[in-house]
């Protein structure tokens, strides 16, 4: 065997992503990127432009997609959280972390030191790694469950007594005083989702070239990839 850098790359795989999860996945990224543009709109509306507003009806058009987008969320949230119990171990890492597993804390204390170029030598998970199970949590599951009661909420005060909303709207409203209150951490609750996915993408794509392992591509194919190099006998 050589001593020279002649090496080979190893490539191991293994199934993480089922079907539902993938399909939830996308759906949901397309129904977030909806509500975002459409929530900010409704925040700072734009011009009526020419003509009788009525005729093209823009304000309306733009609070039906945002409320169909978000009726979808809704769908898609119960369905996920009914994934967790009925799918493989993976899906449900987000739901229910092991936050008594002293193992788990390591790993997150790891990544964030890999996050942050202190630790050179990544581990390699076959799902989500400590860190992104951990955010994911808190951010996702916790943040998009707010966004949704209030956003319930509001739905159900502006279509008023005759909704099933409005089961939500009255103890949301009792709990935050006034539905301003909700109409702002609602929009700052936007915010924060935006500026997760945003991370989110970038800790996927650096994970991708960095730890040499597939991450942006298995949520298309289910399956994780692990590439490791192996040195190749070069016949001396």
């Known amino acids: 065997m050589s001593d020279t ?3 080979s790359q190893k490539q191991d795989a293994v199934y993480v ?28 509306p734009p011009g009526t432009g020419s003509g009788e507003p009525s005729a093209h009806y823009l304000f309306g058009w733009i609070r039906f997609f945002h409320f169909t987008a978000g009726q979808l969320v809704v769908v898609g949230f119960a369905f996920r959280l009914y994934w967790s119990f ?4 993976h899906s449900r890492e987000i739901f229910r972390p092991p936050f008594r597993n002293r193992e788990f804390w390591d790993g997150v204390r790891h990544e964030m030191r890999w ?8 581990r390699k998970y076959s799902g989500h790694n400590p860190l992104a199970i951990l955010s994911m949590h808190l951010l996702f599951v916790w943040g998009i469950g707010f966004m949704i009661l209030t956003g319930l909420a509001l739905y159900g005060e502006g279509e ?34 935006v500026i997760f996915t945003i991370v989110h993408i970038y800790a996927a794509i650096r994970e991708d070239i960095m730890s040499r392992q597939s ?4 949520m298309f194919s289910g399956w994780r990839t692990f590439r490791d190099e192996e040195p190749l006998d070069d016949g001396h």
């Open 215 to 218: 991450i942006m591509s298995s």
């Open 5 to 7: 850098a002649l090496t």
């Open 160 to 193: 008023g007594t005759g909704m099933i909303h409005w089961w939500i709207t009255k103890p949301v409203l009792w709990f935050f005083s006034n539905s301003q209150e909700v109409h702002t951490l609602h929009h700052l609750g936007m915010w924060a989702i």
């Open 115 to 122: 996050y942050a170029m202190i630790e050179k030598a990544p």
């Open 17 to 44: 992503y089922e079907a539902p999860v993938r399909i939830w996945h996308w759906i949901n990224a397309a129904c977030i990127i909806v509500l975002f543009v459409t929530g900010y709109l409704i925040g700072s």
């Open 86 to 89: 009925m799918g493989n171990d």
